[in-house]
């Protein structure tokens, strides 16, 4: 018995040893190679397809994109031919090839003409007040949403926030025209309450610009909640059982858990936004804006449309419209520049 017990005993750690060498030989795999040998370990890295063969082997693919392709070239890159407006004392009998070439004057008078710089400065205060109040609103909508527990009212509430998206500013202005004339609904109830004289919202040049900013506000923020409420709903639930383990109230979790989770979206929405701040929104202003009120309510667009299309000033309003779109360029590049950097946020 002895001499089996020592003969298996021996065996076990000749096979251990061998074992443990194998082993040993593998880890060294992974050790440093020498600097000489390094080109002999190293794999080889697939060379990139060529492009006749990417085209090959991926053509029903791109076949499928000619006619959004040629959609595209047709419709927005056609018709960037008539910029060239804006360098010319264009006449429309005469055509591009044939008007006079005047440089940089139509750029020059943008700056002279006092309803020009009006109308830009509206569109800036216009356009920052809906960018700040329409970041503000839907935050803080999103966060009393999520604590209402019972789903039923949540869903409620939710749909009928969002549903006015769905209107065009050309419904949405002739309710408003409605709602907030001299005879409207809004001024019946001022007038039985306060006993004061109906007001006339779209036609007062100091209420014109705050109705027009809570309008605005009104038809997309249920849109805008849409992805505030989809970033408090991928929070941790373990955060909030933390914090309610340590005492901390409802407020005091939205203040320590919910906001902080939402800052990166808050910053990225915040920066994407800065390339809209010289869009007004041209559908909406157009639709409830009147000569009462263009010492406040004339924006970029606006002007666009009167200078050119009803003044027939084509190279001017061609100008201006192209100052709007280049500067509206720089912001977005911006912008997105500044969604990368703070909130690691890019498209491609």
């Known amino acids: 018995m002895a001499f089996w017990s020592e003969s298996a005993f021996v065996k076990l750690n000749c096979e251990d040893y061998f074992r443990r060498a ?3 030989e593998v ?3 992974n050790e440093t190679v020498p600097v000489g040998s390094a080109k002999k370990t190293q794999p080889k890295i697939p060379r990139r397809t ?3 063969k990417e085209i090959k082997k991926s053509w029903p693919l791109y076949v499928l994109c000619i006619p959004a392709f040629v959609f595209v070239c047709i419709f927005s890159y056609g018709p960037m031919v008539g910029l060239l407006m804006a360098f010319q004392d264009y006449k429309p009998w005469l ?15 943008i700056f002279q003409y006092k309803e020009a710089t009006q109308a830009i400065v509206n569109t800036l205060i216009i356009a920052v007040s809906k960018i700040i109040v329409g970041i503000i609103v839907p935050i803080v909508m999103a966060i009393l949403l999520s604590e209402i527990r019972n789903m039923g009212i949540k869903k409620s509430v939710q749909t009928l926030v969002y549903l006015p998206h769905f209107l065009s500013w050309v419904t949405v202005a002739g309710l408003m025209i409605d709602i907030l004339g001299l005879d409207g609904g809004i001024n019946h109830i001022l007038t039985r309450v306060f006993g004061n004289d109906p007001i006339y919202f779209l036609g007062d040049p100091d209420l014109f610009r ?3 900013v809570v309008s605005d506000v009104w038809k997309s923020f249920g849109f ?4 505030y409420l989809a970033t408090i709903a991928g929070i941790n639930p373990s955060y909030y059982e933390a914090a309610e383990i340590d005492g901390a109230t409802r407020r005091q979790q939205i203040r320590y858990v919910t906001l902080p989770s939402m800052l990166p979206m808050i910053i990225v929405i915040s920066t994407l936004s800065l390339g809209n701040i010289l869009d007004a929104g041209f ?3 157009f639709n409830l804006y009147n000569p009462l009120v263009y010492s406040t309510g004339d924006i970029i667009d606006t002007y666009v449309y009167r200078s050119s299309l009803l003044n027939g000033q084509y190279g001017f309003g061609t100008a201006v419209g192209l100052f709007k779109s280049g500067i509206s360029l720089i912001l977005i590049v911006v912008s997105y520049r500044l969604a990368y950097k703070y ?4 498209i491609f």
Do not use: H
């Not at 055509?95 to 008078?109: Q, V």
């Not at 805008?224 to 992805?227: D, P, R």
């Not at 909130?343 to 890019?346: E, Q």
């Open 210 to 212: 705050f109705t027009v």
């Open 22 to 24: 194998n082993i040993e």
């Open 283 to 285: 559908d909406q202003v």
């Open 224 to 227: 805008g909640m849409i992805v």
């Open 95 to 109: 055509g591009i090839t044939g008007s006079r070439w005047i440089g940089l004057d139509n750029f020059e008078r």
């Open 27 to 29: 880890c060294n795999i």
């Open 343 to 346: 909130a690691n946020y890019k």
């Open 50 to 52: 060529s492009f006749k």
